[in-house]
């Protein structure tokens, strides 16, 4: 099975902050990467699929970069909506799925 | 607009059974492949399982194999997780989640459904 290594697990930034968070698989995946934002008691909603194609409606301080192993989703200029837990999850193994542990990104 | 709706949750015995639904809208269910996700009180997502659009075909985690049936019904625009011999580790939100029709991915999820596994 596929693995996925996100780092770091959690992230104090201020509003106005770029931040990086980054997911390492156990093998190629290519491009099949996709970044899901959630927010506490809430469901997870896409963000970027195809490591960096961003989905309709996100905003574009949200930027997703990386093929084969190492992947970032990097957010320019956090805003106070921003702060959440993100994931990263692999569909290389499509239908057969693996996710990330989580980076929750907290004000500072 | 999609809709995913989940329903069943609730408290159940180790070794007992429980039946979550997902009731879709919004789209045209038959023409969509749909997931089961997972999560644990304060932990990451778990994939759980697969079908297909057809329902012809199916995969599980490790984790649950054995145990949890997923199924649908096109006519009802419904998916199910049938979840058999359940385990304190189960206790999690569950999560629908619809595979996007041309990648791989979940572009819409539900908003989730508790179940707690405690004596």
């Known amino acids: 099975a596929i693995r996925i290594t996100q780092s770091p697990s959690s992230l104090s930034a201020s509003t106005g902050d770029r931040v990086t968070i980054t997911c390492r698989a156990s093998?190629?995946?290519?491009?099949?990467l996709a970044w899901y934002q959630q927010k506490p008691g809430k469901a997870p909603k896409l963000l970027i699929y195809a490591a960096s194609t961003l989905q309709s409606g996100v905003p574009s301080r949200f930027s997703g970069s990386g093929s084969g192993t190492d992947f970032t989703l990097t957010i320019s200029c956090l805003q106070s909506e921003d702060f959440a837990t993100y994931y990263c999850?692999?569909?290389?193994?499509?239908?057969?799925?693996?996710f990330g542990q989580g980076t929750k990104l907290e004000i500072k | 607009e999609v809709q995913l709706v989940e329903s069943g949750g609730g408290l159940v015995q180790p070794g007992g059974s429980l039946r979550l639904s997902c009731a879709a809208s919004g789209f045209t269910f038959s023409s969509y492949e749909m997931n089961w996700v997972r999560q644990a009180p304060g932990k990451g997502l778990e994939w759980v399982s697969y079908i297909s659009s057809s329902g012809s075909t199916i995969y599980y985690a490790d984790s649950v194999k054995g145990r949890f049936t997923i199924s649908r019904d096109n006519a009802k625009n419904s998916l199910y997780l049938q979840m058999n011999s359940l385990r304190a580790e189960d206790t999690a939100v569950y999560y629908c989640a619809r595979t996007h029709s041309s990648g791989w991915y979940f572009d819409y999820w539900g908003q989730g459904t508790l179940v707690t596994v405690s004596s």
């Open positions: 999850q692999q569909y290389y193994s499509y239908p057969m799925y693996t």
């Open positions: 093998q190629g995946i290519s491009s099949y």
